[in-house]
């Protein structure tokens, strides 16, 4: 899946639970939604994801600038330090 495609999937992913903390913050769902288990999961997974199979051997680095720069060039890094 492209690095477009997932940052997609992920700004989706995290609007419903946005939109319960501004119009139901009160209510006890979205604190359980939003709060401890099911958004952070589902983005931890993701990060995870893009991790395993896209930083194995990746040029750079995080040593200097430059490398920073080098290891961020590849897209899914990018998303995954977004």
Do not use: N, Q
């Not at 992920?10 to 939003?34: D, Q």
């Not at 040029?59 to 961020?72: A, C």
């Amino acid at each position: 899946m492209s690095a477009d495609a997932l940052f997609s999937l992920a700004t989706a992913a995290v609007l419903p639970g946005w939109l319960l903390l501004l119009v139901a913050p009160g209510w006890k769902w979205t604190a359980r939604l939003v709060g401890p288990v099911i958004l952070p999961a589902l983005l931890g997974s993701l990060y995870v994801y893009i991790l395993v199979v896209h930083m194995p051997g990746a040029p750079g680095g995080f040593g200097s600038l430059r490398e920073v720069r080098l290891f961020f060039d590849r897209p899914h890094l990018l998303l995954a330090g977004c």
